[in-house]
């Protein structure tokens, strides 16, 4: 079983690499939900996540032999990185394998760090099987991402520091997805005060761990489907599950709707750009997933920052969506001159601005001198959508919603 005494070890080592990141007390999140609400800005480690403390501590205890063979990892992101850059400071040869549909940046990311990529398979399964394969036929050290104690001894000196910089904390909270994150951090912060509260969070989509808590055994999902990748595993490791069982307080699961929203809040009102992985334990606060008490000073861990341009560009549209803020909406003209003139009028009467139109006229489903047309605006919330839509029909447009 993992021990404090690990942790404390790790300390110097992953200090070689890694940076202590700030833990930042937030006005806006602490005004929303009533907690005194202080973020521990992980995005903001190198290589944009906690990845690197694990996989440094790894490394570290390599003998001289296993040094000499080398490293290697599958990953299709945070874990890359780290491996790829621990490596690099360590003057080890790592190879990564990642799935051929690894976003190019991540790809280009992990191979500036001196790493050699491998692309291989279309999915994780096929990138670790090869991996193991080179593990066997090169005699190198599989780095796991979160099921070794090393890794999660390296992973909670994150706890060391939020229990340092925030001695009076009452709650830490903490996503998981194969668990070495939570193992570590409860390890250290439970050694410190076995009262503070160590909270999990997993997205509703991807919650193995949530699952084999329940049923008091490891669990594997059939499929897991959240836009917090970097926490979308579908069965807990056994040295994980352990530690977790005995020092996690509770685990809650949030949806990613909710995820959605609370990246755009942390974008828009705290110039702090995450990735669905790392809002999930600020959404968890928010949401009100656990109970907590006025005033209780609260640390969520936002664990990375490494978020794929394209997957932000949706996260956004969606969480601007929850919000209200985005309307995309169908309605049908008469095609004549002039119907989209008083169509805009109402729109324009209403207070909405339009991002874009779109004109369909070839449709079957249509009557011959009718047109459909598709809006996209921009609204002040779920109030202001009801006021538009009320005005349309109101006007004897049939509206539909399309998001």
Request: charged share 30%; proline share 2%; with cysteine.
């Amino acid at each position: 079983m993992l021990d404090v005494a690990d942790v404390l070890e790790a300390r110097q080592r992953v200090m070689e690499v890694a940076r202590r990141t700030s833990l930042d007390y937030s006005h806006t999140f602490s005004k929303t939900t009533g907690a005194d609400v202080y973020l521990k800005l992980e995005n903001l480690q190198r290589t944009g996540s906690f990845k690197i403390r694990g996989a440094t501590n790894k490394l570290a205890h390599l003998d001289d032999d296993e040094r000499e063979a080398g490293v290697v990892t599958a990953s299709a992101g945070n874990h890359a990185q780290g491996v790829a850059l621990a490596a690099d400071r360590a003057g080890i040869d790592a190879k990564i394998v990642m799935p051929e549909y690894a976003p190019v940046s991540k790809v280009e990311a992990t191979r500036s760090y001196g790493a050699e990529v491998i692309l291989h398979g279309i999915d994780y399964d096929a990138a670790q099987e090869k991996a193991h394969e080179l593990e066997e036929l090169e005699g190198r050290t599989y780095v796991h991402a979160f099921d070794d104690y090393d890794v999660m001894a390296g992973q909670g000196t994150l706890g060391l520091e939020i229990v340092e910089d925030q001695p009076d904390v009452e709650t830490v909270v903490v996503p998981i997805g194969g668990g070495g994150l939570i193992s570590g951090v409860a390890t250290a912060v439970k050694a410190n005060d076995p009262e503070t509260r160590v909270v999990g969070v997993q997205a509703e989509g991807a919650s193995a761990m949530a699952q084999s808590l329940e049923k008091g055994e490891r669990v594997e999902t059939e499929a897991v489907d959240t836009i917090a990748d970097g926490i979308a595993v579908g069965q807990p490791g056994s040295l994980t599950f352990e530690v977790v069982k005995e020092r996690v307080d509770e685990i809650v699961t949030v949806n990613d709707a909710a995820i959605a929203r609370t990246l755009v809040d942390l974008l828009e009102r705290s110039k702090t750009l995450v990735e669905g992985a790392g809002a999930i334990a600020l959404t968890a606060v928010v949401e009100e997933a656990f109970d907590y008490e006025a005033e209780e000073v609260i640390v969520p861990a936002l664990c990375g920052g490494n978020i794929d341009l394209n997957v932000l560009r949706n996260v956004i549209t969606r969480g601007l969506v929850e919000d209200g803020r985005y309307l995309k909406l169908k309605t049908t003209l008469e095609d004549r001159p002039g119907a989209l003139e008083r169509l805009i009028g109402i729109i324009a009467d209403a207070r909405a601005n339009i991002f874009g139109i779109e004109h369909e006229r070839t449709s079957l489903e249509m009557s011959v001198g009718a047109t459909e047309v598709e809006l996209d605006l921009e609204t002040r919330g779920h109030d202001h959508v009801a006021e538009l839509i009320a005005a349309l029909e109101a006007e004897g447009y049939d509206v539909e919603i399309l998001v």
